[in-house]
């Protein structure tokens, strides 16, 4: 009678020579290969202790609350056996499906297309899908599909960046306090886990989900693990459908190794042919939003979004990247954005991009770096204070004080923002508006004389907030400013706006205002009543004498 080494080199020995030559092909192509997280996934599973059976497997994961498949992203057959865990499931109590492959970021797409808002080519599309994960689309939607039959919500559980192995682990710290909110949302529902599996090794993931949620039963289930695979072919019996590695650990075997590895080297080469098919925005919206956070020392992983809970790195945005005003058109209409989409294109005519913070996305054309940062300091403030998809007050809901100083603040914190990322824009001090008393203001549409108006009440405006102390009360000039609506409003805040935040960068140069203090202005919450007015003149009093003179 054979023995278990001799059955193992009998039943593997032709696939083991055809697999030699595609893992070479693989090392020589992927340089991500033998990187230490892969490492440790690898050396943790090693042997097994028992076969067991597909009945015992499903009796395993009916005990648990939350079961962790392991994704080898490049094999259908791990998406297929994931739709066949929530199938069973399903069957017996309430079930959650959340997906490494799309980022918590894009929960309300999720939620579009569960609601049947939009169709899968839309989702696909909106996801960036192609561009952001790469594999095959199919099966991926086949389980979505599956989950939406069958389970009570599908969850995003992703975040970026995932091209960056040595930042793979924050990751899993994010995945892991995700799933504790989804908890806290669902709370007697099974979860299911489709996470990459060089993530379900002991010390990666799992021990991240139990730090947070200590008290639920946690079971990782790997597919296809090779040393396992080969161990399992020494065993005396004909096929083995799964094997118990340690009390909370199966894996289940539904592929060899050569049709794992030869699929990801067919993806390998289809990456390296196919060239991306239209220009992608994303990753330069995404790394100068990045730029800004560091540049505030704001961890985008921890730092929560005003009092929701959720990380800013879940919040940011979706870029909508459309060449043309009909493709812009039907985006926005499919986003019922009806009543932004004058103000959009108008924005994408005159400046090439424009974030609508009520939908949380940015629209592009082009890029210019003058008003991409502006947008994207538009964005990092809106973030920090969770103002993201809110409909702002309106007008008439607030005392004109308060409406007036939180316009000019958010210009100021743009503007500001705007001269971190790009310290070369152009600079507007208080001198500039003399000059422009002589001649017309180009960003401004209004005649000679009512400009002027407006050129006084900024002028008095400054010198009442150096001087402050020696007047009586508010002039009524300042009050009829602070009162006005419609182009004038817009106009007043903007340039007062301006002037403040290039006040607010030459003060951090200088040495005036640190880090801490800016990070705590984007934080601000400027809802309460005087809270905006307040915060601008104890700005304004910080930036008033500038030790450093600079030269525009």
Not at 10 to 38: C, F, G, W
Not at 535 to 550: D, S
Request: proline share 4%.
């Amino acid at each position: 009678m054979a023995t278990t080494s001799t059955l193992r080199l009998r039943r593997n020995a032709a696939q083991m020579h055809a697999l030699a030559e595609v893992e070479r092909t693989i090392r020589a192509t992927d340089p991500h290969s033998r990187r230490k997280y892969l490492r440790e996934f690898t050396e943790a599973f090693q042997s097994y202790h028992s076969v067991i059976t597909a009945g015992q497997v499903r009796e395993q994961l009916a005990a648990s609350d939350i079961v962790l498949v392991g994704d080898y992203h490049a094999l259908a057959s791990s998406q297929l056996y994931c739709e066949k865990v929530i199938t069973q499931l399903a069957s017996e109590g309430p079930v959650l499906l959340g997906l490494e492959m799309i980022f918590a970021r894009d929960q309300h797409l999720l939620d579009e297309w569960t609601s049947r808002e939009i169709d899968g080519a839309e989702l696909r599309e909106r996801l960036r899908f192609d561009t952001d994960w790469g594999y095959d689309w199919f099966p991926m939607y086949r389980l979505l599909e599956t989950a939406r039959a069958n389970c009570v919500r599908i969850y995003g559980l992703d975040c970026c960046p995932r091209n960056d192995l040595r930042k793979i682990a924050r990751r899993d710290i994010h995945a892991a306090h995700r799933l504790r909110r989804i908890r806290k949302e669902q709370p007697n529902a099974k979860i299911v886990v489709l996470f990459g599996e060089s993530h379900l090794a002991p010390m990666h993931l799992p021990m991240e989900i139990r730090s947070v949620l200590p008290d639920e039963k946690v079971t990782t289930v790997l597919q296809n693990v090779d040393a396992l695979y080969w161990k399992a072919g020494g065993e005396r019996r004909d096929r083995v459908e799964a094997v118990c590695v340690r009390e909370d650990v199966i894996c289940v075997f539904n592929a060899t190794p050569l049709e794992k590895y030869e699929s990801y080297r067919m993806y390998l080469e289809r990456w390296a042919r196919e060239p991306r098919a239209s220009l992608d925005m994303a990753p330069t919206v995404l790394n100068l939003a990045d730029a800004l956070l560091q540049f505030l020392n704001i961890d985008k992983y921890t730092a929560t979004a005003g009092n929701t809970g959720m990380s800013l790195v879940d919040v940011f945005p979706e870029v909508c990247y459309r060449p043309t005003d009909e493709g812009i058109i039907k985006l926005a209409l499919r986003k019922h954005a009806e009543a932004e989409l004058p103000m959009i294109l108008r924005k994408l005519h005159e400046q090439g991009c424009c974030y609508v913070p009520r939908l949380n996305s940015f629209f592009m054309r082009h890029f210019e770096m003058l008003h991409m940062t502006e947008e994207i300091a538009h964005f990092v403030h809106r973030a920090c204070r969770a103002a993201i998809g809110k409909v702002p007050v309106s007008i008439i809901e607030r005392k004109a004080e308060d409406n007036f100083y939180a316009q000019v603040l958010e210009c100021a914190l743009r503007i500001f923002g705007s001269r971190v990322l790009y310290p070369s824009r152009p600079v507007l001090h208080e001198e500039h508006l003399y000059a422009l008393y002589a001649s017309t203001d180009p960003r401004s549409d209004f005649p000679q004389e009512e400009l002027e108006g407006l050129l006084d009440f900024l002028v008095m405006h400054k010198d009442f907030e150096t001087h402050r102390g020696k007047y009586f009360r508010r002039p009524v000039l300042l009050e009829h400013g602070i009162a006005a609506t419609g182009r004038r409003f817009t106009y007043l805040t903007r340039q007062l706006g301006e002037l403040l935040g290039h006040q607010l960068y030459e003060a951090y140069l200088s040495g005036q205002i640190s880090k801490r203090a800016l990070r705590t202005l984007f934080f601000c919450d400027l809802s309460a009543p005087g809270a905006a007015e307040a915060t601008y003149f104890g700005i304004a009093k910080r930036c008033a004498t500038r030790p450093m003179k600079l030269v525009s």
